[in-house]
């Protein structure tokens, strides 16, 4: 693989610095256009039909603002943490051949704490939606 100089760099027919500034001032220009005309553009009638928020074609009643239960968060931290799981068992999973057997007795131990702190959680009463607890 050849080095890149300094001159090669800053020059317009070799991938480079300039090519990527060139590309990166074009784009900006161009978002700028679009955001210039889309205002410059568009209607601006307030009206209290459009002032209203948007609520997938249902007209909203009552407050927007109401709390949710603590399950209902509990439920999508551990959802986030047995979804990064699945991440983790793919790429042990394409690096297979490499890994050998140290890497699958290393991915039983971490399917086996995870199935514990399932275990855990489970037992202890977080995966309940009872109301009232």
Do not use: H
């Not at 001032?25 to 889309?38: D, K, R």
């Not at 439920?75 to 057997?101: P, Q």
């Not at 039983?108 to 514990?116: E, G």
């Amino acid at each position: 693989m050849d080095s890149i100089t300094l001159s090669d760099a800053f020059s317009p027919w070799n991938a480079g610095i300039f090519s990527l500034a060139l590309y990166t001032f074009a784009v900006l220009v161009l978002i700028g256009a679009i955001l210039f005309l889309t205002s410059w553009l568009g209607e601006k009638k307030q009206t209290a039909e459009k002032q209203r928020p948007y609520e997938c074609g249902i007209i909203p009643t009552g407050l927007a603002r109401f709390r949710y239960p603590v399950p209902f968060y509990l439920v999508a931290l551990f959802f986030l943490i047995f979804d990064v799981e699945a991440a983790f068992i793919f790429a042990w999973a394409v690096a297979f051949d490499e890994l050998g057997w140290m890497g699958w007795f290393r991915i039983t131990f971490f399917i086996l704490v995870l199935l514990l702190s399932l275990f855990y959680i489970w037992k202890k009463g977080a995966l309940d939606w009872k109301i009232g607890r």
